[in-house]
T-cell receptor, first 114, second 109 residues
């Protein structure tokens, strides 16, 4: 069966520090991968998605970047965090053996920028 | 970015009551999905709909894909305390999902 992992689960970082969040998927190959951000009490904002290794589409221009160095690994980064980067970051995948249209989410990373 | 309109924004109901929520869009979608999110966790897929007019059930949950392909409905029958959470609809647009604004459900004993 397929599983999706995110780490770390929680992170507290000072303004101006770098960021690296990791997402990995097991049990499938060539998935589409997604990064979302969710502000407290709000909906899901799509940040980036990837349909293959090295292929990144950015939805919202901002202080973040994404990379996909391996088929089942998706990384969200920032060189210098802003206060407004705080939020709940969710990784999701779709494709593989299950329906190509159903996205499955990871457990999320709670980021607090101080 | 583009979002779907969900209503109601929040609901406070008594255990045992039935719940209805809906999602509308100005665009046509070929796939509608419904998710539930518990506090501090990632959304969990509840139901996926692939055809206009389709009615699909998952236990006490029933969802419908609107005939116009611009809306979808989710019903929960005989609510229980663990139904508490935020429910999101989503419509598929090529490689992406467009998410609704969410309906927050509270269930009182």
């Amino acid at each position: 069966s397929q599983t999706i992992h995110q780490w770390p689960a929680t992170l507290v970082q000072p303004v101006g520090s770098p960021l690296s969040l990791e997402c990995t998927v097991e049990g499938t190959s060539n998935p589409n991968l997604y990064w979302y951000r969710q502000a407290a009490g709000r909906g899901l904002q799509l940040l980036f998605y990837s349909v293959g290794i090295g292929q990144i589409s950015s939805e919202v221009p901002q202080n973040l970047s994404a990379s996909r160095p391996q088929d089942r690994q998706f990384i969200l980064s920032s060189k210098k965090l802003l206060l407004s980067d705080s939020g709940f970051y969710l990784c999701a995948w779709t494709g593989g053996a299950v329906s190509a249209y159903e996205q499955y989410f990871g457990p999320g990373t709670r980021l607090t920028v101080t | 970015g583009q979002q779907l309109n969900q209503s109601p924004q929040s609901m406070f109901i008594q255990e045992g009551e039935d719940v209805s929520m809906n999602c509308t869009s100005s665009s046509i979608f070929n796939t509608w999905l419904w998710y539930k999110q518990d506090p501090g966790e990632g959304p969990v897929l509840l139901i996926a709909l692939y055809k206009a007019g389709e009615l699909t059930s998952n236990g006490r949950l029933t969802a419908q894909f609107g005939i116009t392909r611009k809306d979808s409905f989710l019903n929960i029958s005989a609510s229980i305390p663990s139904d508490v959470g935020i429910y999101f609809c989503a419509g598929r647009s090529v490689h992406k999902l467009i998410f609704g604004t969410g309906t927050r459900l509270q269930v009182f004993p």
